[in-house]
């Protein structure tokens, strides 16, 4: 069987191209994908051959993004138990074949070990789940600085990430100021995650948290992994505050001073990766309205014009977005 995908094809270079779907495997199932959210930043490393270690060459093209969607089940192994045909799942990763999968999400069909497949429940709105892994993301950066009621923490980065932090320090106890660029996500700050938001563009973050907090802040989370952003943080941070690190790191791009966190005797949560209790403790306050999703999807996309959304959001950002959903359904 061949089904629609997006397909990198070089850097800037982006189709819709129908790639063929392996059977699955006995402990695999096969599911017709609802919808899949665009983790923008990774995606972009990857699309600019940028997304490997310094001594390894780039990801080879062809290749399928994404690493999260949402669809239901075709058919399952024989080795599965849990999951059966006509339920809803999330999924992380697909197996492809014939063009490399990192990690293969962003196709209509997609085959998935059960192990990386969790269940959702009548009710639950799919888009809510169609981003759960990045949705994780936030949710583990957020839950791992000690938080106090009323600690102040800074979010430094306005994108998804940012967002389930800032909505995961808050519902901790914290007073969380959300720093961004853009007015549109820093609205969806404070109407989800009830955060003030600072625009980096019009004030200096430095000054406005000095005058909140002269002696510095408790808990700063950065999610744009550059020199710039580690330097402000440290500079916010009071002595034996906490700094989480939650962006992408490239591998030889060295950002931080042991010295520097010395001196202040700061800790530091460097959170990565998913794992299934992370998955599932987020599902569950996704499915409980405790982490919100959907109000911060800007677009929806229909998979036909998926290459060109693409183009115009994720390389060239010809306008301001925040959440971009594939639905693959039309």
């Given at each position: 069987?061949?089904?629609?995908?997006?397909?990198?094809?070089?850097?800037?270079?982006?189709?819709?191209?129908?790639?063929e779907?392996?059977?699955?495997?006995?402990?695999?199932?096969?599911?017709?994908?609802?919808?899949?959210?665009?983790s923008?930043?990774?995606?972009?490393?990857?699309?600019?051959?940028?997304?490997?270690?310094?001594?390894?060459?780039?990801?080879?093209?062809?290749?399928?993004?994404?690493?999260?969607?949402?669809?239901?089940?075709?058919?399952?192994?024989?080795?599965?138990?849990?999951?059966?045909?006509?339920?809803?799942?999330?999924?992380?990763?697909?197996?492809?074949?014939?063009?490399?999968?990192?990690?293969?999400?962003?196709?209509?069909?997609?085959?998935?070990h059960?192990?990386?497949?969790?269940?959702?429940?009548?009710?639950?709105?799919?888009?809510?789940?169609?981003?759960?892994?990045?949705?994780?993301?936030?949710?583990?950066?957020?839950?791992?600085?000690?938080?106090?009621?009323?600690?102040?923490?800074?979010?430094?980065?306005?994108?998804?990430?940012?967002?389930?932090?800032?909505?995961?320090l808050?519902?901790?106890?914290?007073?969380?100021?959300?720093?961004?660029?853009?007015?549109?996500?820093?609205?969806?700050?404070?109407a989800?995650?009830?955060?003030?938001?600072?625009?980096?563009?019009?004030?200096?973050?430095?000054?406005?948290?000095?005058?909140?907090?002269?002696y510095?802040?408790?808990?700063?989370?950065?999610?744009?992994?550059v020199?710039?952003?580690?330097?402000?943080?440290?500079?916010?941070?009071?002595?034996?505050?906490?700094?989480?690190?939650?962006?992408?790191?490239?591998?030889?791009?060295?950002?931080?001073?042991?010295?520097?966190?010395?001196?202040k005797?700061?800790?530091v949560?460097?959170?990565?990766?998913?794992?299934?209790?992370?998955?599932?403790?987020?599902?569950k306050?996704?499915?409980?309205?405790?982490?919100?999703?959907?109000?911060?999807?800007?677009?929806?996309?229909?998979?036909?014009?998926?290459?060109?959304?693409?183009?115009?959001?994720?390389?060239?950002?010809?306008?301001d977005?925040?959440?971009?959903?594939?639905?693959?359904?039309?």
């Amino acid at each position: 069987m061949k089904a629609p995908a997006v397909v990198y094809t070089g850097p800037g270079q982006v189709e819709m191209r129908k790639v063929e779907i392996p059977e699955p495997r006995e402990d695999e199932l096969l599911i017709r994908t609802e919808y899949s959210l665009v983790s923008s930043g990774t995606e972009r490393w990857i699309w600019r051959g940028e997304f490997h270690r310094p001594d390894d060459s780039p990801l080879p093209v062809p290749l399928v993004p994404g690493y999260q969607r949402v669809g239901i089940v075709e058919e399952v192994g024989s080795e599965v138990k849990d999951l059966q045909p006509g339920m809803r799942v999330t999924a992380t990763i697909s197996r492809l074949e014939e063009v490399t999968a990192f990690s293969g999400s962003h196709c209509q069909y997609g085959v998935t070990h059960f192990s990386q497949c969790l269940a959702v429940e009548p009710g639950v709105s799919p888009v809510s789940v169609s981003g759960l892994v990045l949705t994780q993301v936030g949710y583990n950066g957020g839950s791992r600085p000690v938080v106090h009621e009323g600690d102040v923490a800074v979010v430094l980065g306005d994108g998804l990430v940012g967002q389930w932090l800032a909505q995961r320090l808050s519902m901790r106890g914290a007073k969380v100021f959300v720093a961004g660029r853009h007015d549109l996500r820093l609205d969806r700050a404070e109407a989800y995650a009830q955060a003030y938001g600072i625009n980096v563009r019009e004030e200096d973050l430095m000054e406005v948290m000095r005058r909140i907090r002269p002696y510095g802040v408790d808990i700063v989370a950065d999610t744009l992994a550059v020199p710039d952003s580690i330097d402000l943080a440290l500079g916010l941070l009071r002595h034996d505050g906490q700094l989480v690190l939650n962006g992408y790191y490239r591998e030889g791009y060295h950002l931080l001073s042991i010295q520097d966190l010395h001196e202040k005797e700061i800790s530091v949560y460097n959170p990565s990766g998913w794992t299934r209790e992370r998955m599932e403790a987020t599902l569950k306050l996704v499915k409980g309205g405790q982490m919100e999703v959907e109000g911060l999807v800007t677009h929806r996309v229909a998979w036909p014009h998926a290459a060109e959304a693409y183009k115009r959001l994720v390389w060239n950002k010809e306008e301001d977005f925040l959440g971009i959903v594939i639905d693959w359904q039309v």
